[in-house]
């Protein structure tokens, strides 16, 4: 048995609407007596890596919330009372309730209103049952089978029914009569004082009621009941206590200066009583052996004659049993060191972080032998571990995925093919998210914890949900999971991400929101993707629901070829009039597959030629400075436009075009020479910059002279703007109108 999924509504953090969060299970692989150690212990590993469920987050997000429910959870039983507090509503949810039927009504719609429209907490678990479970023992007093599904086992070629049980769980009201009368009486004790003259004592008084409306769902008003799928009658009998075990594996798990000599020793326990290390089992046997025979032969004796001299011992006499075991050597009789030199150093002076991986291995494999084979095949057994990365150092937190997994199957030994649980793992840490997507070369079973109007939601990644919903190609789907070790996992904790093509561009960016008043203020994270390829990253985006701005260069083709691909026209010099140039052209007059895929988005045609998208692309940017395009409410595409007369086709561009007229105090149009000057300060045309109209109408000119010098321009704009006060750039209108929308975002949300 297995939890499939859990759904949560009004709960905390989490709104009106159900999110539902997935967990990972995989069949215990099938291992015969015959295979090898090592590959015995792969499979192990892989089993185990398959069963772990990863839930990332920010601060905040409701990650511990998730464990702190599921712990709750596994002890209760139908008609339980005070098993939360208001504190566990959403408390947005109870305020705008109480102003709408409290403040807002009379006594006799108070009492009008409907048991089913009392705010009430809401979750639903699907449980996954595996054949050879006793259905009717575990569920008779409440459920019928949602429905069967048939897996298809593709590795071993078979099929296998697997039963799916849903249980609706409901913290409401019991009596919907006297809580009507409670909240009736809450409404008039109070309304006489509400033409009270003294301000502070009226709105004290409201303060107060209001206090006492929140206690009222702490209170034994409220009832746990559970419910079958499509049934409206709750179950008397039904207990999840025994089909839920979770344990949890808190962040701080170094209490002590023994802490590590502990955990240490429960692991080299369980390695070999698991392994039947026959020879420390004789040695253990020998040493009580030869203790009682010390004692019989040499003490008992004078004991026994010691005693007789005081008390008669006629019909009673000693006997001294020694009981060396393993478990007690282990527990009391070893010393965790570590040799530096000739000197060896007590556990006291390690480091944290390795003490603090010690003893998840140890828990973890507590946890697994507290349970039987029975006891395992018939409940859900869950083990949480909450934020591992405590205390560890990237590369640590790297590895500790794949090295958990490794080491739980190593120690595991015998037990290995008795056991089968769910891990699921909360963090906040890139390094550790990047174990998981590694190790497997998947994103299942990752589960992503955002916030949408100040509520908490859940979204399930899977390689499915990406590939499925963006018609990704594997090669292109394989260049993103890499791309997200190499950059890009912090995807998951940013507040906003802005994408852009070039080293130039992160640069120049970085410096912006670094200096900026309200951006510094937020975690924006600019990713470069090293060419025009962010589109590929969209449906990632979509489901973590990130704030996206996407700046990319319009690119507009230079060279028009026939329909037999030879060159009928190049261009290679400035662009002012994009009808004439592309009207008749035989190819997209943008080469920037970013920009085609967001056109063809929006005329809602993923197949459109470019006799479609380029009307499209000239309507949106005839005498507009900027290219602006819509994705959905969260991904935005900014690239440049028209301006002071011609098109720019790059960033470079762009601060040239941007800064090149200056008609107020020509701060700009001076500040832009310097900056090309610090560039090229060897190159003519560079060096011998004085009349500004040249450098708008050579702007393309100056762009190709610039390509090789692309990192050297921005960070030039850098350096100058910290080291020369009179150094000051306008920011080009697509641009500015990409971080606008941001800040406009984060003000919204704050």
Not at 491 to 512: K, M, N, Q
Request: proline residues 2%.
């Amino acid at each position: 048995m297995y939890l499939k999924s859990l759904s949560i509504k009004n709960y905390r953090k989490y709104g009106k609407d159900f999110q539902t969060i997935n967990f990972a299970h995989s069949k215990w692989p099938r291992i015969s007596d015959n295979e090898d150690h090592e590959t015995k212990i792969n499979k192990t590993e892989e089993y185990i890596s398959k069963n772990s469920s990863l839930i990332v987050g920010k601060n905040n997000s409701g990650k511990s919330t998730i464990i702190k429910l599921l712990t709750t959870l596994q002890n209760t039983k139908a008609g339980s009372r005070n098993v939360f507090k208001y504190t566990d509503f959403n408390l947005k949810i109870l305020a705008n309730w109480y102003k709408t039927n409290i403040s807002n009504k009379s006594e006799e719609e108070i009492r009008s209103i409907d048991k089913s429209e009392f705010p009430k907490l809401e979750f639903q678990l699907i449980l996954g049952i595996d054949d050879g479970n006793d259905l009717i023992s575990s569920f008779e007093d409440i459920l019928i089978l949602s429905g069967i599904k048939t897996v298809k086992i593709q590795e071993e070629q078979e099929t296998e029914e697997i039963s799916e049980v849903t249980i609706d769980v409901k913290y409401e009201v019991a009596d919907a009569q006297s809580f009507s009368e409670e909240l009736v009486n809450l409404k008039t004790s109070y309304s006489e004082r509400e033409d009270h003259q003294d301000k502070e004592f009226l709105n004290y008084s409201k303060e107060l009621q209001y206090r006492q409306y929140l206690a009222l769902f702490s209170s034994n008003y409220f009832v746990l009941n559970f419910y079958a799928k499509g049934r409206y009658e709750p179950s008397k009998d039904f207990s999840l206590a025994p089909l839920l075990k979770v344990d949890t594996i808190e962040a701080n798990t170094v209490k002590n200066d023994k802490t590590l000599s502990q955990a240490y020793n429960k692991i080299v326990s369980t390695y070999v009583k698991n392994n039947d290390m026959k020879a420390i089992n004789t040695l253990v046997d020998d040493i009580n052996c030869k203790v009682k025979d010390m004692v019989d032969t040499n003490i008992k004796n004078i004991l026994q004659g010691a005693v007789s001299s005081i008390e008669s011992t006629k019909n009673l006499k000693m006997n001294l049993h020694p009981d060396v075991t393993l478990e007690k050597i282990f527990a009391n009789s070893i010393i965790y060191e570590y040799q530096e030199g000739n000197n060896n150093i007590p556990e006291s002076q390690f480091g944290m972080g390795y003490t603090n991986l010690m003893v998840i291995i140890a828990k973890i494999v507590d946890y697994i032998e507290l349970y039987s084979e029975k006891d395992i095949n018939g409940s859900v057994n869950i083990l949480c571990i909450e934020e591992p990365e405590s205390f560890m150092h990237p590369q640590m937190q790297e590895l500790f995925i794949k090295n958990i997994s490794k080491a739980i199957a190593t120690l595991l030994g015998k037990k290995q093919q008795l056991d089968t649980f769910q891990i699921i793992i909360t963090t906040h840490s890139t390094h550790i998210l990047n174990s998981k997507i590694q190790s497997g070369n998947t994103l299942n079973n990752i589960s992503y914890l955002g916030r949408l109007d100040e509520n908490n939601t859940i979204q399930n990644i899977s390689d499915t949900a990406i590939v499925s919903n963006g018609n990704i190609d594997k090669k292109t789907y394989e260049y993103i999971k890499k791309y997200l070790r190499l950059e890009a996992s912090d995807l998951f904790f940013a507040d906003a991400v802005i994408l852009v093509e070039g080293l130039s561009e992160e640069t120049y960016l970085r410096y912006e929101i670094d200096t900026h008043p309200i951006l510094k203020n937020h975690h924006v994270k600019i990713y470069r993707i090293d060419g025009a390829h962010s589109h590929k990253f969209i449906e990632l985006l979509k489901l973590l629901g990130l704030k996206t701005i996407i700046f990319t260069d319009l690119d507009l083709k230079r060279k028009n070829k026939n329909k037999n691909g030879k060159i009928i026209k190049k261009l290679s010099t400035n662009i002012n009039d994009l009808s004439s140039e592309y009207d008749n052209s035989t190819e997209c007059l943008s080469t920037n597959k970013t920009i085609q895929y967001f056109v063809r988005k929006e005329i809602d045609d993923e197949k459109a030629k470019y006799t479609k998208i380029n009307p499209k692309l000239i309507e949106k940017l005839v005498n507009k400075e900027e290219l602006h395009i819509d994705y959905s409410n969260t991904i935005t595409l900014y690239s440049q436009g028209k301006i002071n007369g011609y098109y720019a086709t790059s960033f470079e561009e762009a601060i040239i075009l941007t800064n090149a007229v200056d008609k107020d105090k020509q701060e700009y149009t001076q500040s832009l020479i310097k900056l090309l000057k610090y560039v090229h300060p060897n190159k003519k045309r560079f060096s011998n910059i004085k009349e500004c109209f040249k450098i708008v109408e050579e702007s393309y000119i100056y762009q190709v002279d610039l390509s090789n010098e692309k990192s050297k321009f921005s960070t030039g704009i850098v350096y100058l703007s910290i080291t020369d006060k009179e150094f000051n750039l306008k920011l080009p209108k697509y641009i500015e109108s990409g971080l606008n929308s941001l800040c406009n975002y984060f003000k919204e949300y704050e």
